[in-house]
């Protein structure tokens, strides 16, 4: 009987080392999901806003093409409005060519 005893004793203590072992791999297992959780939600978060970002600079070379392409219309609009300018001075030279003094 005792030696029942003791083999119960002997089976139970090796069963509770077991479930120490086992309670301390399943923390450490944890402890490793949670610290790879941390680094993963990071890099999670950066993609998002390098996506926002590479959005937004697409947006603002959009917006850079039409002021460019404004400037663009605008500066041909100076250009004939010199020319006209230019003839204009030309015929009022010849009119007041015409004057004597």
Not at 35 to 43: A, E, M
């Amino acid at each position: 009987m005792r030696e029942i005893s003791t083999n119960t004793r002997k089976v139970a203590d090796v069963a509770t080392a077991a479930m120490q072992i086992a309670n301390s791999t399943s923390a450490s297992i944890a402890t490793a999901v949670e610290q790879q959780h941390s680094p993963q939600s990071y890099i999670s978060e950066n993609m998002i806003n390098i996506a926002n970002s590479s959005a937004d600079t697409t947006d603002t070379m959009s917006n850079i093409a039409e002021v460019s392409n404004h400037i663009s219309e605008q500066a041909t609009y100076v250009q004939n409005a010199a020319e006209e300018l230019n003839a204009l001075s030309g015929q009022l030279n010849d009119v007041v060519g015409q004057f004597k003094v």
